[in-house]
């Protein structure tokens, strides 16, 4: 374990680095909900001796944030791309208010969704909210950025975004220490009522939204003459423009190129990039993902080039930019066939899905592990959006359907997946219960596995695996007024999984199925962490 400031360079990821910087910057508070491309971010805060923690979802993991910042103290909340829409209703009214402390929310983007449902440009999100954003390239960046969105919210007192995408996330490169001499010290925290900033009443946020456009107009000054972005000399020829990952493609496809590396990207260093794009004879713009920074030098009336339509898709590489930078758009190579993923020998899930196939249901999923039903040789789940919406999107079916199909619909939900936004969607279940009555089964495995073993509110342990308090899901369940809940082990039962779906199926009424059993890859952990746990007195 690490714990000194001492000035070292280290081998560290992105996420590493990140984690690092709030470790160096007396971060009081890191929160977060776990999905990959971010999810070590809070696990290599915890391992350095930071105060990291899970929380249900990413909105309340923000929420949290704010707290610690409006009581003066240092937070970042952590996610993955699609998780900043789960956080989108809190993060869209704190860009408003004044946070006391410092408060950086890093969106950890997915592009080519390695492991996503969709690869959303999360750049949007600093434009639409009004918060300050900044993209680095690499791990030392991913270090010196996290240590600037700290000194930018504590200066402006502003929310501000880190968004990093996946080979920042989890590649490799030399970070050097700041000299903690160098790094503000962190504030006690501490609480002074400030109703003006801290209550957005209508009276309030009007004059808060004048006061942040403001503060914006003073960001984007302070960006063109004292942001961290980077003029790399070279041809006059061909100029390019770039940030993040794209960077390190650019300088490998094209090492002679004139390069202006953007750090900050929100607000835009304009006249920067329109002095840099005058001294060049060509200028293209590399990015990843959407064409944004295209569309605001060009709002600007810039003048740049954008790569063809066919490169916004996937995530970019050397000879992907190479081919932008020629203009090349003939059909790109196909790569060649992986693996394809599949639910793990002895996985808990695979007796559920074969009980769900065998009785002819129509299965709303939803996101984890469990998603991979959909594949052969089960082919068990027929639709699924976002987290905790195998509910809504079943009862809206249940609705409408004619009542022979309706009832063959059930929702099927991990337990993690469950508390981070499955909850209301049994609220709903009980308020406005289809004719037919629903059916939902809960694939409670005992932690959240999609993303590598992270607890959550129903294992009863904390990030570092300790014993807290636990959610007990089919005492919810009945708490929220569902009388059928059950609770099997369909590995043990198979057959009397498939019996209890079908009697539920069967009945109009509304029923729970919790088919508990621990993941096959974490059972061994689980019960080391209970032992253990078992040891420790209660608090």
């Known amino acids: 374990m690490t714990t000194g400031t001492e000035q070292?360079?280290?081998?560290?990821?992105?996420?590493?680095?990140?984690?690092?910087?709030?470790?160096?910057?007396?971060?009081a508070l890191g929160t977060g909900y776990p999905g990959t491309p971010s999810t070590e971010i809070l696990e290599y805060l915890d391992h350095l001796g930071g105060k990291a923690q899970w929380a249900p979802n990413e909105k309340v993991a923000l929420e949290v944030a704010i707290g610690v910042a409006f009581a003066g103290g240092r937070a970042i909340a952590t996610m993955k791309h699609v998780g900043l829409n789960v956080a989108a209703d809190p993060l869209f009214t704190v860009a408003y208010m004044d946070v006391k402390g410092a408060l950086v929310i890093v969106s950890a983007d997915d592009p080519g969704m390695a492991s996503s449902q969709n690869e959303q440009d999360n750049r949007r999100y600093a434009v639409a909210a009004g918060v300050p954003?900044?993209?680095?390239?690499?791990?030392?960046?991913?270090?010196?950025?996290?240590?600037?969105?700290?000194?930018?919210?504590?200066?402006?007192?502003?929310?501000?975004?880190?968004?990093?995408?996946?080979?920042?996330?989890?590649?490799?490169t030399l970070v050097k220490r700041a000299d903690p001499g160098t790094i503000k010290p962190a504030p006690k925290p501490h609480y002074e009522h400030d109703l003006k900033t801290h209550v957005m009443i209508p009276a309030h946020a009007r004059p808060a939204h004048q006061r942040l456009r403001a503060k914006l107009a003073q960001m984007?000054?302070?960006?063109?003459?004292?942001?961290?972005?980077q003029l790399v000399p070279g041809y006059t020829s061909l100029g390019i423009i770039t940030s993040g990952i794209s960077y390190q493609h650019v300088r490998e496809a094209a090492p002679d190129a004139s390069v202006l590396k953007l750090g900050m990207t929100y607000p835009l260093p304009l006249e920067l990039v329109r002095k840099f794009a005058a001294s060049v004879e060509r200028c293209v713009v590399v990015e990843?993902?959407?064409?944004?920074?295209?569309?605001?030098?060009?709002?600007?009336?810039?003048?740049?080039?954008?790569?063809?339509?066919?490169?916004?898709?996937?995530?970019?590489?050397?000879n992907r930019v190479r081919r932008i930078i020629s203009g090349d758009t003939s059909p790109e190579?196909?790569?060649?066939?992986?693996?394809?993923?599949?639910?793990?020998?002895?996985?808990?899930?695979?007796?559920a899905y074969t009980g769900l196939k065998d009785l002819d249901t129509i299965v709303a999923g939803d996101i984890g592990c469990y998603s991979l039903g959909?594949?052969?040789?089960?082919?068990?789940?027929?639709?699924?959006?976002?987290?905790?919406a195998s509910l809504g999107v079943a009862l809206g079916m249940r609705h409408v359907l004619p009542p022979e199909q309706a009832k063959r619909v059930v929702s099927v939900i991990g337990d993690s997946t469950f508390i981070h936004s499955g909850i209301t969607g049994v609220v709903e279940m009980v308020y406005n219960p289809p004719p037919t009555g629903h059916v939902l089964v809960i694939l409670d495995n005992g932690i959240t596995a999609m993303t590598g073993m992270q607890e959550h509110p129903a294992t009863g342990r904390t990030l570092d695996h300790a014993r807290t308090g636990k959610v007990v899901l089919e005492d919810l369940c009945r708490a929220l007024g569902v009388k059928n809940v059950h609770v099997i082990?369909?590995?043990?039962?198979?057959?009397?999984?498939?019996?209890?779906?079908?009697?539920?199926?069967?009945?109009?009424?509304?029923?729970?199925?919790v088919n508990r059993r621990a993941c096959l890859l974490a059972a061994k952990a689980i019960k080391e962490y209970e032992r253990i746990n078992e040891q420790q007195p209660c608090n």
Request: aromatic share 6%; charged share 25%.
């Open 333 to 351: 190579p196909k790569p060649l066939p992986g693996k394809p993923p599949a639910l793990c020998p002895g996985c808990p899930h695979r007796n």
């Open 288 to 318: 990843e993902g959407d064409p944004y920074l295209v569309e605001g030098a060009r709002m600007a009336g810039i003048n740049v080039e954008n790569k063809p339509e066919m490169y916004r898709f996937g995530e970019l590489n050397v």
């Open 489 to 513: 082990d369909g590995t043990m039962d198979p057959m009397g999984l498939e019996k209890l779906i079908k009697e539920a199926i069967e009945k109009p009424e509304l029923t729970i199925i």
């Open 8 to 27: 070292i360079t280290q081998l560290l990821s992105g996420d590493e680095a990140v984690a690092l910087a709030a470790f160096d910057a007396g971060l």
């Open 133 to 172: 954003m900044f993209e680095p390239s690499d791990s030392q960046e991913a270090y010196d950025f996290t240590l600037k969105a700290i000194e930018v919210s504590e200066r402006w007192s502003v929310p501000v975004l880190l968004r990093l995408t996946t080979r920042v996330c989890h590649s490799k």
């Open 220 to 229: 984007a000054e302070w960006n063109e003459q004292d942001g961290p972005n």
């Open 374 to 388: 959909v594949l052969p040789p089960f082919e068990a789940m027929h639709i699924s959006v976002c987290m905790g």
